[in-house]
């Protein structure tokens, strides 16, 4: 396997944690243009289909939310299989351990994305949200089409993005423990921790 087709890969597992069938649905254009060969036949047409459905759900404030709550049992075996049938040639172990690579590198993806528009949905316009997705479609689209044409430069903004990813996870869990000390510090009578540094 050469570098190009590794970043592919990876940039495909990402990329499904964001927007699955938009990563689908770009995979398949691409080897329709010829720019790319995957080993793989993929139906656009149902691909398209759900991407229009995604579309429409992700604008939507709250739907959104209910929309990633349902696809993380999509998007991260989707992830783990994007990533595994990158290495179809190889042994089991080796696809075995990309498929948990890919699943992994979705499920941060996608983990942020869910925290991200959490956060987004508490806005009472519903503009933020409606930028925030269309950010995500042109974030899926392009890194696929940059990783299938200058993989090393693909490769170095998914390390950026991956790891603003876990910067959102990150702060997410502080926040979270916070809540919950405070919480326990209403209902249990004791004082609750006054900074997100502990």
């Not at 689908?24 to 656009?44: A, F, H, I, S």
């Not at 939507?60 to 040639?89: C, E, K, Q, Y």
């Not at 044409?149 to 903004?157: D, G, I």
């Amino acid at each position: 396997m050469d570098w190009s087709s590794l970043w592919l890969a990876v940039g495909a597992a990402s990329t499904s944690g964001i927007n699955l069938y938009a990563t689908v649905l770009t995979l398949g254009l691409l080897q329709r243009l010829q720019w790319l060969q995957l080993p793989e036949t993929w139906v656009l047409g149902l691909a398209g289909a759900l991407f229009l459905v995604e579309f429409v759900a992700d604008k939507i404030p709250w739907v959104d939310s209910v929309w990633d709550t349902i696809h993380t049992f999509i998007r991260v075996p989707a992830g783990a299989v994007l990533m595994a049938s990158a290495f179809v040639n190889l042994d089991a172990a080796t696809r075995l351990a990309a498929g948990l690579l890919g699943g992994g590198l979705a499920l941060t993806t996608h983990g942020a994305k869910a925290t991200a528009r959490l956060a987004v949905n508490s806005s009472p316009e519903p503009f933020t949200n409606i930028a925030f997705s269309l950010i995500e479609d042109m974030v899926t689209v392009f890194l696929l089409g940059l990783a299938a044409t200058h993989p090393w430069l693909a490769a170095l903004l998914l390390t950026l993005l991956l790891l603003l990813c876990l910067m959102v996870i990150c702060t997410l869990f502080k926040f979270t423990r916070l809540l919950l000390g405070r919480l326990r510090g209403w209902f249990g009578g004791k004082s609750a921790p006054s900074t997100l540094s502990k």
